[in-house]
């Protein structure tokens, strides 16, 4: 997003676009969710409360969301004892199938290395 910024002729610093991000979360306009082991952090707007549900890629981060209104009708029917339900989000974390292709590649390269 700041590479957007400066191209478009705005200097703004990184501090200030993600201090802005923090105070849209904390509006409930945004939402943050971590999403790889390295700690990457996607920004979401928020448009409504249904559940949502997240592939997401542990290795290049890659986020694709996915309908699924069963899974949806099921969530939205769940309560809980003594606590009130704002919203669900679940995120379904493996390997992508073009990071899958890539490391079969690989594979496929050192295995050959291996037999020379």
Do not use: W
């Amino acid at each position: 997003m700041h590479v957007q910024f400066e191209q478009s002729g705005f200097h703004i610093s990184v501090a200030t676009i993600y201090n802005t991000f923090g105070h849209l979360v904390k509006a409930g306009l945004l939402k943050r969710h971590i999403v790889n082991r390295e700690s990457a952090v996607l920004y979401e707007r928020v448009v409504d409360k249904l559940p949502r549900l997240r592939m997401v890629c542990g290795e290049c981060g890659s986020v694709r969301e996915v309908k699924d209104t069963e899974l949806a009708t099921l969530m939205l029917r769940r309560r809980f004892d003594k606590f009130q339900v704002s919203h669900y989000e679940m995120n379904v974390v493996g390997v992508c199938l073009k990071c899958q292709r890539r490391r079969n590649k690989l594979l496929r390269e050192k295995n050959k290395k291996n037999k020379q």
